[in-house]
């Protein structure tokens, strides 16, 4: 049998509605219509090809990934593209590029933190692209600690300006992606100082270069930092460094949304919380856990038709190979990721309607949920994107040698995925982030404050901390209370008993530091818990289509099965289950394997592409 033939055979065994499974995968049926619209708008565009781009130079790369973002924004304005589908696609262009910063950072933290005037002023030119923006918050000396940042933005009352200033080395911005090459502006992060007082980091909008010739400014030193990661990958973006030189910028380019400096120079915060200067973080770490699914679904994709077609041992009679997806070990390793693909595809949905509901609330002046907004969002932000670039790796061994071939589309998928680990939030310090949030929630409970949102279990940890798991038979495993319950008792005594251990400690930030790996491991607890009940809300709404409800069912409890078993140790030693209880869930889940069917709805038209090239290039 020819390789497609094993596809259509595979295909054929599909026992739910592929057309209505898309549509679930897409979250509607217009989101749907435009994705594939937009999808087959860019693979049949030669201007987008990919296939050739781990083989150019840097510089061949970075030219092919200009001519790109000048044809996408052609094409974008040709057809009058709304929004949604210009950012389609950006996505199915599929390339880091400048633009990413200017759509992503760029624009949106002026639109969160400039007054109604400013975003008057730069919005209009910043959408025409007649000026380019890149987010610059990053420097060689801090990255994470945001507060440590160095660069100076000190107010002369005098001439009505700001001096923005590199005072050391350190200080030089240092990782900003579009700085390195195209930027005209940037969203520069620096200490606000007025009459000798240092009032934190604030944002400033920066020119860098002239817009007529595009060369640096007076006093800016600006370039690329060089080759990153893996061949073509992420060194399509142009990420740079900046050094100021006592450069002057007019007052009203520092964002007044937050914090105002009035004309004689007195420094003003506005009634809303200093967090809000954070903002635009808190939307892009929203946008990653959307993202992360599609990165997923995409080596899930390849793994999974390749395991189709790859054919290993077990022949009888001259008659064909097992095929390798049907190895129990291939399975156990290959499902639990396709099963989270829809897991974090869900829950991105439900963070969506999160960040936009918190957006509705400040604007009201509601700053209530804040703290739980910027714990979800860092806390999916960093266990998706840990879970997707381990399971992008995973994939290349699931395809055997083909898989570390550039042409099998893995090894570039993973260049450019990893660093999602980093950027945006190293992920141990935003699970760091979550468990203080946590701790704070766990000693607030004797309060009579009722926590609610994703901490509401909590409100129930007397029942949590003591209840035992009833499980006595494999299938028992399957009901959606059985398995949430034992993640929110999981979650909860996990909690409590850094709480409990944090107490030891005179000084709580030294018992922080000290407890710091078991705090990082119940904030993943509970991130896992809100993954495992985003999906069964999701569950519990109406999904049309022969099967595609019960086949969601399956992979729900694949993902929570195959969490459960991987974080068993978590899971016992907390006490809300024994090792035979365990055993059955194991149990259960090599059951649920035979289940699994395959089809994977986020099949882009770029996927095929990339598995045309994997079959061109190998012999199966
Ligand atoms: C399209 C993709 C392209 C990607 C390109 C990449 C771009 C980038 O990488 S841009 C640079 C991104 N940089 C980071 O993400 C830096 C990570 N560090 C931080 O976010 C922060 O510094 C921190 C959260 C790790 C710590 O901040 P710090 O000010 O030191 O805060 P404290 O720990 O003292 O906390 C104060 C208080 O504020 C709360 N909080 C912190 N961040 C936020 C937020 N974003 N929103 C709301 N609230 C926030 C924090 O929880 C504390 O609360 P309390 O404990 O209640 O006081
Ligand atoms: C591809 C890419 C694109 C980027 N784009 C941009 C951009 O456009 N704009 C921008 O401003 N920045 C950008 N960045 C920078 C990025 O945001 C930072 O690299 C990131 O925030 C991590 O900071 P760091 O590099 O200082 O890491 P560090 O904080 O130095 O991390 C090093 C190690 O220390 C650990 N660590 C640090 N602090 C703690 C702690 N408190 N407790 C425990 N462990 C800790 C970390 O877990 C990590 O293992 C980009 C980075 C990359 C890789």
Redesign the pocket.
Known sequence: MEALDYHAEERRKAEFDVEEMKIVWAGSRQAYEISDRVARLVASDPVFRKDNRTMLSRKDLFKDTLRKAAHAWKRIIELRLSEEEASKLRFFVDQ?VFTD?HWG?FIPAIKGQGNEEQQQKWLPMAYKMQIIG?????ELG????VQGLETTATFDPETDEFVIHSPTLTSS???????GKVSTHALI?ARLITDGQDHGVHGFIVQLRSLDDHLPLPGITVGDIGM?FGSGA?NS?D?GVLRFDHVRILRDQMLMGVSQVTREGKFMQSDVPRQLVYGTMVYVRQKIVADASCALSRAVCIATRYSVVRRQFGSHNGGPETQVIDYKTQQSRLFPLLASAYAFRFVGEWLKWLYTDVTQRLQASDFSTLPEVHACTAGLKSVTTSATADAIEECRKLCGGHGYLSSSGLPELFAVYV?AC????????LL?QVARFLMKTVSQLGSGKKPVGTIAYMGRSEHLLQCRCEVERAEDWLKPNVILEAFEARAARMSVTCAKNLNNFANQEEGF?QL?TDLAEAAVAHVQLIIVSKFIEKLQQDIPGKGVKRQLEILFNVYALSLLHKHLGDFVASGCITPKQGALANEQLRLLYSQVHFDNPSLLLYMVLLLERLLQSTSF
């Open positions: 880091p910063l950072m890149c987010y610059a918050q990053t801090h990255g994470s600690n911005k240092w990782w900003p992606g579009g700085l992060y990153k992420y973006m990420n660093p980093t950027y945006e939030g190293d992920n141990v310090v760091l530091a710091a």
